[in-house]
Each structure stands twice: as structure tokens, then as C-alpha cells.
């Protein structure tokens, strides 16, 4: 994802948008704990004194007015992390949900995800154990759950320099304490730089997480920073509605164009994944509102907050009985062909996507992860896809076409003349599948994405039927050539290897009725 457009406003830190209390919890019981975070933003971004902070908070809980009909498992929230004053009216909303529940949520894991304000860093760093403290008392770390996310993938590390300043998480806790009192345990997540399709994954591992060990999410973010109040409620608007949706390509463009803005746009994208595997439909928006809102605000110069609950109505694909390795109908697949090769064609012309109505046919808007290929004249021309699915099958392929014709680094963009020349193959991913042996990779049938710290690559199956390769040459190829590793990197037992399969077709069954 390009960061030009987004990175100048998460660095950026103010009271706006985005002291040390005692070590009791909420019964004023002395704890004992290892390794304690302390409090970094009390007394000035909320009370340190803890009465005065109990009231606070209870008092914004008190004054949100939720819906009478929400309904469904909750698996996760979107909460704002500025000072109290400015986002707590907002913070309420998901919080009084929460509250009102209590008896439901006392006891369970909050894996609270937010970003870095202060320090760089790669990947997503996790405050590994020990307890995080507030004027309300300890909150100790999920070890279990900590150790399991650190074994499960390289993406999180055990670092704990960044959570020591930050905000992001710590803005969350004392609505937490007061909701539930000290019941309940904590996964404390900061996203520091990580690539699109690494944040999707983990938003498809979090989902089996939440629910194996009945966890709940929340992502913390604020919104648009610093524009008048019309422009910020307009961009805000834009937000929620592609946040709500859980369409994660329009929230990504938006942001890559400057329309929309999150500061915790990773973990937000996280969620939304996290929401889609484990049967969300959409959001449920509770509040918005900015700081211009409240008494004092300055409406020149705003910034937005949100509140979003994610409530599930089923348990996931897989329990409704869809298949994790699928076929499409022929009719399917001509329909995407189509859909290819109109959207290039028109893009290509005029610059423009197509105006397209989402098809009548469940698979064809269920997400899909897909590679577009285009030859010239049997040359390659373009080659572009997805790892992990994170929007509908039809938009995937829309989007993927015009990246493949248009944007393949490799190749110049396709021109208007060549366009009776070219050929369109798709293949629709399977979801990954985690490894422990290379050997257990079957050549040409098996997709293979391999990932060591920050840097992986991808072959397709197609790959492994080319003359001449072995199960160790193509892997060798695979290491070396696309992930820029050691060419025997596969055999390194901190290398992730994860297996996919294909549904593959081209244009030749346009013509032949295959």
C-alpha cells in the first residue's frame, strides 16, 4: 500500500488526536505483578485521581443512548484514543454495550490492537506478559494467548519499548475497568509497519482465536485529524460507511487517496477481516461525533471519533458448510472472464472502472482471493493478485485486471491497440494453509507463499508444472528470486510455509465450451 498519504497523519501526535496512578484494581486490592506497565498519559489525557476517573468514565457511558435492537456475538470494536474530553462521549457507546453485558464478558481476553504514535518499527509488537496499569488498578496480560500469537506467526514480536508511551491502548483500559470491574484479562497489540496482506492473514488467525478462546477484539483509532468540521464530517462519513460494509479495497483506497483518514488504519483493516471470516454482515455504528462536538472544540481544526460494534450472526464459512477448497460452474467462470476483460477494456480506454452491479450468485460475492494474468501473443504481460481474500470474488477480479494490465512493475501498461492481442487467465486462491515440512508441498498442484521476518513470495501452482523443476528447485527459485532469501530458506525452521490450491481457467473456454 502506498504510505505517502496516509503516513503524514499518524505520526502527528496531539491531545486531540490521540501522571501515574496507584497498583490497585477496582476493590482497592494491592497487586503483586511482574513486569507492570505504568500508566503514561494519566493526569493529563484523563484524571489520575481514581474516583475522578471512575465518574468520568461512568458518567459518558451513562449518557449513550445505544439501539434496542442490536443483536449477535460480539467479536469486536472500534473505540477513539484521544483525550478523555474530547473522545470519552464517543468511547462510551461501545463500552455501556459492554457494561450492560457484563455478567457475558467478565472473565474473557481483550486483544486490544492500536498503532504506534511514537517509535518505528516492523511488524506488530506485543507486550508479552505482566499487567498494564491505570489509577483503577492492574490488568495482567493473557500469557496463554500471548505465547500462542508469538508462536503463530513472525509478524508478532515481544517488544515492549513501544507500549511504554503509548496511548493508543492505554485509552481503552479504564472504560474496560469500569465496565467490568477486574475481572477480565488483556492482549496488548501495537502495529508498527506491516504489509497489506500480512495484517489480512492475521485478521483471518485472529478470527479462530476469538472464537477458540472466546476473546473479543478492539481497535483503536481517531479519524480525520485537523480539517474544518464540514470536511471532516464528510471524510468521516466516507469512513464509516466502507469501514461498516467491511469493504476493505474501498477503505484502502480511500486512504491511499487522501478521502479517508485513519490513524489506526491496520488494525481497523485487522478487524474488519476478522469481522468477515467469523460471519459479520456489517457494522453497527453507534456514534460518531468530533471534537468540535464538545464544549470548547475548535471546529476549524477537528478531529473525528467512532464508535462501531462488530456482532456475528453465525459461527463462519466453514460451520455453514462451504467448502474450504471450492470449483466454480463454467458458467461462473465465463461470467469473470467477462468481467476481466470488460473492466481493461474500459480502463484501459477511458481510465475508468465500470460501472458494475454485484451479481446475482452467492459464490461470485462471497471474498476471494484471485491472480489476474494477462498474455500478449503467449507472452506474459501482467500478473498480478491477492494472497488472502479481502473483498468480493467479483470486485477481486475487477481489481485485480486493472492491476495486472496497468500497474505489474514489470511491464508497461497495457495499450488500446493491444487489446485484440491479449488473453485473460484468473485463478481463484483457496485459503492458506500453514505447513510444518516442505517436504509435504506437491509440486504443481500446490501454491506455495513462503515468509521469513519481513520479507516472503509467492508462487503460483502453474509455476511448479514449468519443465524441469524439482520440489527443491522450484522452492530454491521461490526463496531466492522472489522473497530475496536464501535459496535453501525453505528449510529454515523459522521460515513460515503456507499452501494454497487454485482454481484456474483462461479465455480458451470462451471458444471452446470447455
Known amino acids: 500500500m502506498r504510505s505517502s498519504s496516509i ?35 494519566s493526569g493529563s489525557w484523563y484524571p489520575s485521581n481514581p474516583e475522578s476517573l471512575r465518574k468520568m468514565v ?21 473505540s477513539p484514543h484521544a483525550g478523555f474530553v474530547y473522545s470519552g462521549p464517543v468511547a462510551g457507546y461501545c463500552y455501556k454495550y459492554i457494561q450492560m453485558n457484563k455478567e457475558k464478558f467478565k472473565g474473557r481476553t481483550f486483544i486490544i490492537i492500536g498503532p504506534s504514535h511514537y517509535m518505528d518499527f516492523r511488524g506488530i509488537a506485543i507486550y508479552p506478559d505482566g ?36 496511548h493508543s491502548l492505554e485509552a481503552q483500559l479504564p472504560f474496560l475497568q469500569v465496565a467490568l470491574g477486574g475481572d477480565f484479562k488483556i492482549v496488548p497489540l501495537l502495529y508498527g509497519r506491516a504489509k497489506l496482506d500480512d495484517v489480512i492473514m492475521f485478521g483471518e488467525r485472529l478470527a479462530k482465536i ?61 478487524l474488519m477481516r ?28 477537528v478531529v473525528g471519533y467512532f464508535a462501531m460494534l462488530f456482532l456475528s450472526e453465525r459461527v463462519g464459512e466453514k460451520e455453514k458448510g462451504v467448502e474450504v477448497e471450492f470449483n466454480l460452474t463454467l ?28 451479481p446475482d450468485d452467492p459464490v461470485l460475492v462471497r471474498d476471494g482471493a484471485v491472480f489476474v494474468t494477462i498474455h500478449h501473443k503467449g507472452q506474459l504481460r501482467g500478473c498480478i493478485g491477492q494472497m488472502v ?11 485485480m485486471a486493472i492491476s495486472a494490465s496497468t500497474r505489474d512493475y514489470r511491464f508497461p501498461p497495457v495499450k488500446a491497440q493491444e487489446l485484440g492481442d491479449i488473453d485473460i487467465e484468473i485463478s481463484v486462491l483457496s485459503p492458506l494453509k500453514r505447513i510444518d515440512d516442505w517436504r509435504k508441498i506437491k509440486l504443481g498442484e500446490h501454491g506455495v507463499y513462503i515468509r521469513k521476518g519481513y520479507n516472503s513470495g509467492v508462487f503460483l501452482p502453474q509455476v511448479g508444472r514449468m519443465p524441469g523443476f524439482t520440489l527443491e528447485s522450484f522452492l530454491g527459485e521461490l526463496c531466492e528470486q522472489k522473497a530475496g ?29 470447455k
Open 331 to 358: 458458467e461462473q467462470k465465463k461470467y469473470l472472464l467477462r468481467l476481466a476483460r470488460q473492466t481493461i477494456e474500459e480502463y484501459v480506454r477511458n481510465g475508468r472502472r465500470p460501472e458494475i452491479k454485484a
Open 485 to 513: 532469501l536464501a535459496r535453501d530458506c525453505y528449510k529454515d525452521p523459522d521460515a513460515e510455509i503456507y499452501i494454497f490450491t487454485v482454481v484456474e481457467f483462461d479465455e480458451s473456454i470462451m471458444k471452446e465450451g
Open 274 to 301: 476478522t469481522a468477515s471470516v467469523a460471519g459479520v454482515s456489517e457494522g453497527t455504528l453507534l456514534k460518531y461525533a468530533n471534537s468540535g462536538d464538545v464544549p470548547h472544540g475548535d471546529k476549524s481544526r
Open 389 to 399: 481474500a479481502q473483498e468480493p470474488l467479483y470486485k477481486a477480479v475487477m481489481d
Open 210 to 270: 476469538v472464537k477458540e478462546h472466546n476473546a473479543v477484539i478492539i481497535a483503536s483509532t481517531d479519524m480525520s485529524h485537523y480539517h474544518p468540521y464540514d470536511v471532516a464530517v464528510r471524510m468521516d462519513s466516507a469512513t464509516i460507511e466502507a469501514t461498516k460494509k467491511l469493504d476493505i479495497n474501498e477503505l484502502v483506497e480511500g486512504l491511499e487517496e487522501g478521502t479517508m483518514e485513519l490513524c489506526g488504519y491496520l488494525p481497523v483493516l485487522t
Open 58 to 78: 461512568q458518567e459518558y457511558m451513562d449518557q449513550a443512548k445505544l439501539p434496542t435492537d442490536i443483536k449477535g456475538e460480539l467479536i469486536g470494536i472500534i
Open 7 to 41: 503516513i503524514s497523519f499518524i505520526i502527528i501526535v496531539f491531545v486531540l488526536s490521540c501522571g501515574k496512578g496507584g497498583s490497585k484494581n477496582s476493590g482497592g486490592e494491592e497487586l503483586k505483578v511482574k513486569n507492570t506497565r505504568p500508566a503514561a498519559v
Open 131 to 166: 499487567a498494564f496499569e491505570t489509577p483503577l488498578g492492574e490488568i495482567p496480560v493473557d500469557t496463554e494467548l500471548s505465547n500462542l500469537l508469538q508462536k503463530d506467526t513472525s509478524l508478532v514480536k515481544p517488544l515492549k519499548d513501544p507500549h511504554m508511551p503509548e
